[in-house]
């Protein structure tokens, strides 16, 4: 009788486990369909982890992730080619007018902070920090031609010619650093080896040893081995005492002034009412701020999160930006609290 009761009791928990398995997969929704990407380099590496984990539940959606910087991203954005921008800046006016003059409506959604790194080659023994000023010396329209050794930058530092890196005009980190170093967005000297592609900046600083760069913190993350990061000093007492490295406490608390901002993915509209795009947009919301830590990237506030999955919700359509392209020290979560009214 003992033996009885006990086989029933494991039928009756097999059928129970085998119900609560077929629920469980019957909540994950049989997707289908493509899903294209593209913008900004330094999301990209937040939107490739987003990507795969997605893919892990739906095998069946075929998601493209392309990098041809946040310029060239809008650009096929609003001609419609496609579904998601990733975007180091906010978009720019032209870019507005380009959707508006395709009919393209679309929902702005901040994801994480970032924190732009300045490196120079291990060999570089003689840099352990710089100011804002000296790297707008640097890299200033009119440096161009005067400023061509170490040097020329500080005294004392050695003759060796600078071999300049950095992202090119396509790039929304090139419109933010030019804005927040040199004073004005997209205004910087030409003669530096540019590319749309971070890794071929990090290999260039990476070989040349008179080599400065710049570019998103994950890139030096992933690269430690090959690259030197600077600590940059903005000269202003209010943010910190002397220079500062781009730490997730730097960053949150305003120290790392003014070499951080916010990223971005924009989503069309009428993309979001298929499926498998309004989907994967909910998937990247609830979990970039797991997957941006996990690459490199500093989270935003949980506030900041829970307000933005109201926007994406709502599909509250537009920018919070005003059109401005960068800006520096905005603040995410005054402009998504003024949008609510609160």
């Given at each position: 009788?003992?033996?009885?009761?006990t086989?029933?009791?494991s039928?009756?928990?097999?059928?129970?486990t085998?119900?609560?398995w077929q629920?469980?997969?019957?909540a994950?929704p049989?997707?289908?369909g493509t899903?294209?990407?593209?913008g900004?380099?330094?999301?990209?590496?937040?939107?490739?982890?987003?990507?795969?984990?997605?893919?892990?539940t739906?095998k069946?959606?075929?998601?493209?992730?392309?990098?041809?910087g946040?310029?060239?991203?809008?650009?096929?954005?609003?001609?419609?080619?496609?579904?998601?921008?990733?975007a180091?800046r906010?978009?720019?006016?032209a870019e507005?007018?380009?959707?508006?003059?395709?009919?393209?409506?679309?929902?702005?959604?901040p994801?994480?902070y970032?924190a732009?790194?300045?490196?120079v080659?291990?060999?570089?023994?003689?840099?352990?920090?710089?100011?804002?000023?000296?790297?707008?010396?640097?890299?200033?329209?009119d440096?161009?031609?005067k400023i061509m050794k170490?040097?020329d930058?500080?005294?004392?530092?050695?003759?060796?010619p600078i071999?300049?890196?950095?992202?090119?005009?396509?790039?929304g980190?090139?419109d933010?650093f030019t804005?927040?170093?040199?004073?004005?967005?997209?205004?910087?000297r030409g003669?530096y080896t540019?590319s749309e592609?971070?890794n071929?900046?990090?290999?260039?600083?990476a070989?040349?040893q008179g080599?400065l760069?710049?570019?998103?913190?994950?890139?030096?993350?992933?690269?430690k081995d090959k690259?030197k990061?600077?600590?940059?000093?903005d000269?202003?007492?209010e943010?910190g005492?002397?220079?500062?490295l781009?730490t997730?406490e730097?960053?949150?608390?305003?120290?790392?002034s003014?070499?951080s901002?916010?990223?971005?993915v924009y989503?069309r509209?009428?993309?979001?009412?298929?499926p498998?795009?309004k989907e994967f947009?909910?998937?990247?919301?609830?979990?970039?701020?797991?997957?941006?830590?996990?690459?490199?990237?500093?989270?935003?506030p949980?506030k900041v999160?829970?307000?933005?999955?109201?926007?994406?919700s709502?599909?509250v359509?537009?920018t919070l930006?005003?059109?401005?392209?960068?800006?520096v020290?905005?603040?995410l979560?005054?402009?998504?609290k003024?949008e609510?009214g609160?």
């Open positions: 009788m003992t033996q009885f009761v086989l029933k009791r039928l009756l928990l097999g059928v129970i085998l119900v609560c629920q469980a997969f019957a994950v049989e997707l289908k899903i294209k990407i593209d900004s380099s330094t999301v990209y590496p937040i939107t490739e982890a987003v990507t795969e984990d997605f893919q892990k739906f069946e959606v075929n998601v493209t992730v392309g990098i041809s946040t310029g060239g991203g809008f650009k096929k954005f609003a001609a419609g080619e496609i579904d998601i921008a990733d180091s906010p978009i720019k006016q507005i007018e380009a959707c508006q003059a395709n009919k393209i409506e679309y929902v702005e959604l994801i994480a970032d732009l790194s300045v490196v080659n291990p060999k570089n023994t003689w840099v352990t920090s710089l100011t804002i000023k000296e790297l707008a010396k640097i890299w200033s329209p440096a161009q031609g170490w040097s930058v500080r005294p004392g530092w050695p003759e060796t071999a300049l890196f950095g992202p090119g005009t396509d790039s980190t090139f933010y804005e927040a170093v040199v004073g004005k967005q997209g205004s910087s003669d540019s592609d971070d071929v900046l990090v290999q260039g600083v070989g040349t080599a760069g710049f570019f998103g913190v994950s890139y030096y993350e992933g690269n690259l990061i600077v600590p940059i000093d000269e202003k007492a943010n005492a002397g220079p500062m781009p997730q730097n960053v949150l608390k305003g120290a790392y003014p070499l901002r916010p990223l971005f989503a509209k009428d993309a979001l009412d298929r498998e795009v947009v909910a998937f990247y919301i609830k979990n970039v701020p797991a997957l941006a830590t996990e690459v490199g990237y500093i989270k935003l949980e999160y829970a307000l933005t999955t109201e926007r994406f709502k599909k359509i537009g930006f005003g059109g401005a392209g960068s800006q020290g905005m603040t979560e005054d402009l998504l003024k609510q609160s």
